[in-house]
Antibody, heavy 122, light 108 residues
Framework: EVQLVESGGGLVQPGGSLRLSCAASGFTFNTYAMSWVRQAPGKGLEWVSAISGSGASTYYADSVKGRFTISRDNSKNTLYLQMNSLRAEDTAVYYC???????????????WGRGTLVTVSS | SYVLTQPPSVSVAPGQTARITCGGNNIGSKNVHWCQQKPGQAPVLVIYYDRDRPSGIPERFSGSNSGNTATLTISRVEAGDEADYFCQVWDSSSDHWVFGGGTKLTVL
């Protein structure tokens, strides 16, 4: 059974940093691309970032490019999102999602985690 | 950047058919995926590659995609189908995933 468990969320001040993790199990982690998607309170889904199965290719939404860094440790079956220079508008539930292929540019999000809440406030 | 447009809400009586649209410029040339999100829960994939259903998704869920509109159709709607539905595509011109704004399905 595929499981994706996010962690690392919490309350952080504007300008601060946070690192999210997504522990994956139930599939061969290094053969699938992964992605982060966020949802602000009461709003829709917003794609944040994605990474290929090997980690060689990364993609970012314009709203986070230069501030967030996606990475993965295939030896630990874990996906990460390093978030720097956080802003109030980054407040959201952050979901990790599995892509059904190794490449980000094809496929679809076939499994989602339950999410972790990030609140940016002073 | 590529924009996907969904109606904010759709209402339908139990047993009737709900159609949720997703508009985008020449969306028929893209692969469209749909997910369902119930309150307080993570999204769940219901349709991929325009019209394919993951295992465990009822046959009542179907999809189509042509021209500038993709459509998620839910036949014989049940109270348990009440949720937010989001369409999604990969925009190769920007190398971005794009979500529609979401449609709240209300079962009357």
């Amino acid at each position: 059974e595929v499981q994706l468990v996010e962690s690392g969320g919490g309350l952080v001040q504007p300008g601060g940093s946070l690192r999210l993790s997504c522990a994956a199990s139930g599939f061969t982690f290094n053969t699938y691309a992964m992605s982060w998607v966020r949802q602000a309170p009461g709003k829709g889904l917003e794609w944040v970032s994605a990474i290929s199965g090997s980690g060689a290719s990364t993609y970012y939404a314009d709203s986070v490019k230069g501030r967030f860094t996606i990475s993965r440790d295939n030896s630990k079956n874990t996906l990460y999102l390093q978030m720097n220079s956080l802003r109030a508008e980054d407040t959201a539930v952050y979901y990790c999602a599995k892509v059904d292929t190794a490449m980000v540019t094809f496929g679809y999000f076939d499994y989602w985690g339950r999410g972790t809440l990030v609140t940016v406030s002073s | 950047s590529y924009v996907l447009t969904q109606p904010p809400s759709v209402s339908v009586a139990p047993g009737q058919t709900a159609r949720i649209t997703c508009g985008g410029n020449n969306i028929g040339s893209k692969n469209v995926h749909w997910c369902q999100q119930k309150p307080g829960q993570a999204p769940v994939l219901v349709i991929y590659y325009d019209r394919d259903r993951p295992s465990g998704i009822p046959e009542r869920f179907s999809g189509s995609n042509s021209g500038n509109t993709a459509t998620l159709t839910i036949s014989r709607v049940e109270a348990g189908d009440e949720a937010d539905y989001f369409c999604q595509v990969w925009d190769s011109s920007s190398d971005h995933w794009v979500f529609g704004g979401g449609t709240k399905l209300t079962v009357l």
